[in-house]
């Protein structure tokens, strides 16, 4: 059995690198994927790693789409909770 174990600083630091070439906040970089700004800070911290579906926005978001793809619903595609 494999398991694997997400890099939070590592996904922090490609965040912050594309976020500043982006000349963006982190509010406004929360805005964009939808999530509380403070998931930024925990992930600095070490404090916590984001949910499944913050980090498939956030891969999306750091020009990983194609290598995620398969895993994506858009919102017309997902069903209703």
Avoid: N
Wanted: glycine residues 4%.
């Amino acid at each position: 059995m494999t398991t694997c174990q997400l890099d939070v600083k590592a996904l922090y630091e490609q965040l912050d690198e594309q976020r500043r070439a982006r000349g963006l906040s982190w509010r406004q970089l929360a805005s964009e994927v939808d999530c509380a700004a403070s998931i930024f800070t925990r992930m600095k911290h070490g404090e916590g790693a984001p949910t499944a579906h913050l980090l498939l926005s956030l891969l999306v978001w750091l020009g990983q789409k194609e290598a995620v793809a398969s895993l994506l619903l858009t919102s017309e595609d997902a069903e209703p909770t």
